[in-house]
Structures are given as C-alpha cells and as structure tokens.
Nanobody
Framework: QVQLVESGGGLVQAGGSLKLSCAGS????????MGWFRQAPGKEREYVAA????????DYADSVKGRFTISRDNAKNTVYLQMNSLKPEDTAVYYC???????????????WGSGTQVTVSS
C-alpha cells in the first residue's frame, strides 16, 4: 500500500511558477514509478508527467514539455513537479499517482492522491 498526499498548489499569475510536492507513505515508495495528472473543470483527467523508480527516466505530455520538470527524492519519499511559465490553461486539480513502471503509471496507476488545486490567473 502507498498513500499519497499532494501539496504546494495555489493561485499564481500567468508566467509564474509553482512547485508541487507529493509525499508517499510506506517503505516501498522507491519501488514505484510516479506520475502527475491534472483535471480541469468540465474536462477529463489528463496525464502530465512521469518518472521511473530511480529517477533516471522521465516523460512529459507535449503540453508541458519544456515548462514542467518532474523529480523525486526517494530518501524523503517525495516526488515533485516544478511548473514554470504557467498559463491559464494549466489551471486544474493536480494529482500524483504511483504505478509499477513508468509505462503503466502513465495509463493505469495503482494509487492516487487526493489532489491539489492550481489556479493560474491571466
């Protein structure tokens, strides 16, 4: 079992930055690939970024490539999402997720956090 808790969301102006954190419980955190997803009002949840268990492999949705950076610190059981050059269309609830591998976590994660709101004003 892995429990995930996101933090770091808030209100920011367009062009600004935010860094999200996702703290995981359990000694098996480092065994899982981790991902970030988001859901805007009236839209389906969409994939944002993923990172392998070691941190050696990362992947991004085209919409955030070059602006967002995913990283992890297994000693702290935490995964991060650094978001730069934010746009109003980045406004959403952001969720972290855990899965057995980086390919799996991008499509069918096993564990989900409860989400943190990010609002980007124009």
């Amino acid at each position: 079992q892995v429990q995930l808790v996101e933090s770091g969301g808030g209100l920011v102006q367009a062009g600004g930055s935010l860094k999200l954190s996702c703290a995981g419980s359990g000694r098996t955190f480092s065994n899982y690939a981790m991902g970030w997803f988001r859901q805007a009002p009236g839209k389906e949840r969409e994939y944002v970024a993923a990172i392998s268990w070691s941190g050696g492999t990362t992947d991004y949705a085209d919409s955030v490539k070059g602006r967002f950076t995913i990283s992890r610190d297994n000693a702290k059981n935490t995964v991060y999402l650094q978001m730069n050059s934010l746009k109003p269309e980045d406004t959403a609830v952001y969720y972290c997720a855990a899965g057995a591998g980086i390919v799996i976590v991008t499509t069918t994660p096993r564990y989900w956090g409860s989400g943190t709101q990010v609002t980007v004003s124009s």
